[in-house]
């Protein structure tokens, strides 16, 4: 049987519970938020470790970055030394209105030259403003925090013999096939056809 106004009083009931709460809305403009350690904010650039090799452009799958570079010829260290030929990023941009902040460029960059910034506040009010260049996208890393230092990992590493000596805890059920011993040369015995 239906209660009429039996969906207000369960309303009214939250909404009573609510009410003698603090409430928990962060005053933003005027509060900084605290932001995990890994945010994924933008993404940033270090200028000098790019080499213009355009993996990051290749592997982004919604093309929102964009490089152009070209090649120059360093001089000769040696008598013998050949010239050598450079490439000079001439312009890297992101199209944050396209970008999908996936990070498989950050990934892909074997030069490590793209990072995660925590930076948050890039809001534009004209949608092509949203196409930042290498300037901006210089200015963010200093806005990278430093990585996580690497764990240490077991402070004892058992050897291989003792791990292999142990004895198991698992005993075979009875009636289930075990798999043959090894001979003595180490090998298993070779299984005859229709064995299985």
Request: glycine share 6%; charged share 25%; net charge negative.
């Amino acid at each position: 049987m239906v209660v009429p106004g039996k969906g207000l009083i369960d309303g009214l009931k939250v909404t009573a519970k609510t009410l003698g709460r603090r409430a928990v809305t962060e005053q933003y403009p005027d509060v900084q938020p605290e932001l995990a350690p890994r945010t994924r904010g933008v993404i940033a650039l270090m200028e000098e470790n790019c080499t213009s090799c355009m993996l990051c452009a290749r592997e982004c799958p919604s093309w929102c970055i964009y490089i152009d570079s070209h090649t120059e010829t360093a001089p000769s260290v040696g008598e013998q030394a050949r010239e050598r030929s450079r490439n000079v990023l001439d312009r890297f941009a992101i199209d944050f209105s396209l970008c999908m902040y996936c990070g498989i460029c950050i990934e892909a960059c074997p030069f490590d030259a793209l990072f995660w910034s925590p930076e948050f506040e890039y809001a534009e009010t004209e949608l092509r403003n949203l196409t930042h260049e290498k300037d901006r996208l210089r200015d963010w890393m200093w806005t990278v925090p430093a990585p996580q230092p690497i764990d240490p990992g077991p402070s004892v590493i058992e050897p291989i013999e003792a791990i292999e000596a142990a004895p198991s805890d698992a005993a075979p059920a009875a009636g289930s096939a075990s798999a043959p011993a090894p001979r003595e040369g180490g090998s298993t015995p070779p299984i005859a056809e229709g064995e299985e």
